[in-house]
């Protein structure tokens, strides 16, 4: 675990962590009330859910409850929904009505999760005021994979502290924005990477291909790909034979035909057509079933963001790998990648382009950025080395919060 982010939480001796709780605390995950708990359809937050609390199963009793999902889709996991899910999905269309719709929801799962030692909520802040609103009183995590405190004034935030027991984020870049606008805030929070699934992602020579640059995200303006795709076309100079590899939709196992869509198409039309380049759009990409391939064949991996990534998973997916990664110098992807990658502006296109053609032209120090990244990842980023920090913090988190009862 990587430390409390400010000041550190009161040690407990093991017989009091033994003494409020007398078998395996029990923890409901809440995602988002329309996130699927599904490896295709759902996101990362429903990935790591499924990662983390699967390999808790000795240690935690837990339930996700979220958006309906299919028998054949789910993962294996405990999971329940709400009936009232088709009227927050209307309520959610009308603007009148859409902000009672977290509300109604976490309502109706009330006398539920009043039976749980922990609510592990991801991303969504708003939800702790309420769920004390309700009389919930155990534990409350609140697990941020985004900024989402970012637009909170600091009283806000000092308000939100002593509502909840714990902040875990993904990154000391999340961590230290916290700290910036409140010390009650950050005496609570603390730093868990995420991870990547080792037995998916490893490395496979064998299959390695000569110049294939790989991106792979949503399709939208913040990641960039207007920008890896003005790059590449100046790497065609010193690499008339490089192939550019996008893939990624607009959505979770979805995608639309949208305005920066097209914008991205037309661009790699006319470097088709003006540069002689090989642009293929790979289109959505399973994450388990495909995505490990394309990592393994990429001669280098690119992470171009342009807002502040928080973490980046897809960056330690591509080192767990082995793949060389030129990262967005920007978030949390510097502290993903540490010595073990390439960091650039992707607005500054010439360096952006020169930094991937040198990687071309270099394999011995691309070798010797992928064994480094591969090692970086297997120290840092497992699934099971995370997992691991979790099955401490979960049960010390329910007990204080037992004991805090027991004297109040």
């Known amino acids: 675990m990587h430390g409390l982010a400010a000041s550190t939480q ?113 991303n969504r802040p708003q939800w702790v005021a309420i769920l004390r609103g309700m009389d919930y009183r155990g534990a409350i995590l609140l697990h941020l994979q985004n900024d989402h405190l970012g637009h909170w004034t600091p009283s806000m935030l000092d308000d939100l502290a002593p509502r909840l027991d714990r902040v875990v984020v993904c990154s000391s870049f999340l961590s230290d924005r916290l700290a910036l606008k409140s010390s009650a805030l950050a005496a609570k929070t603390q730093v868990v990477f995420n991870g990547v699934n080792r037995d998916l992602f490893f490395p496979r020579e064998e299959i390695r291909e000569p110049k294939t640059i790989f991106f792979v995200g949503r399709l939208d303006p913040e990641k960039g790909v207007l920008q890896l795709i003005q790059a590449y076309a100046r790497v065609l100079q010193a690499h008339p034979d490089a192939t550019l590899v996008i893939g990624g939709a607009t959505g979770f196992g979805t995608h639309k035909e949208t305005a920066y869509v097209r914008q991205v198409h037309e661009l790699a039309n006319a470097v088709i057509r003006d540069c002689n380049g090989k642009i293929q759009f790979a289109g959505y990409i399973d994450h388990d079933r495909d995505l490990p391939s394309w990592f393994q064949r990429a001669t280098i991996f690119v992470s171009p963001s342009l807002f502040e990534e928080p973490f980046g998973l897809v960056n330690a997916e591509a080192m767990a790998c082995a793949t060389p ?56 980023f497992d699934w099971k080395t995370i997992a691991g920090q979790w099955a401490t913090l979960l049960p010390e988190i329910a007990v204080q919060r037992h004991l805090s009862l027991l004297t109040s």
């Open 10 to 122: 009161p040690d407990l001796p093991i017989d009091t962590l033994t003494f409020g709780l007398r078998r395996k605390p029990s923890v409901a995950v809440l995602l988002s009330s329309r996130e699927k708990f599904s490896a295709y359809y759902g996101g990362a937050l429903a990935r790591w859910t499924y990662e983390v609390y699967s390999r808790l199963k000795k240690e935690i009793d837990v339930t996700v409850f979220g958006f309906p999902t299919r028998k054949e889709d789910i993962y294996p996991l405990s999971h329940q929904s709400s009936g009232v899910w088709r009227a927050c999905q209307f309520a959610s269309r009308i603007p009148v009505a859409r902000r009672y719709e977290e509300r109604l929801w976490l309502r109706t799962l009330m006398r539920r999760l009043r039976e749980f030692d922990v609510l592990h909520i991801h």
């Open 325 to 380: 990664v030129v990262g967005a110098n920007r978030g949390g992807i510097p502290e993903v990648l540490g010595n073990a990658g390439r960091l650039v502006d992707p607005e500054d296109t010439p360096n952006f382009a020169a930094t991937i053609s040198a990687l071309l032209a270099q394999p011995d120090c691309r070798g010797q950025l992928g064994r480094a990244a591969h090692q970086r990842c297997q120290q840092m």
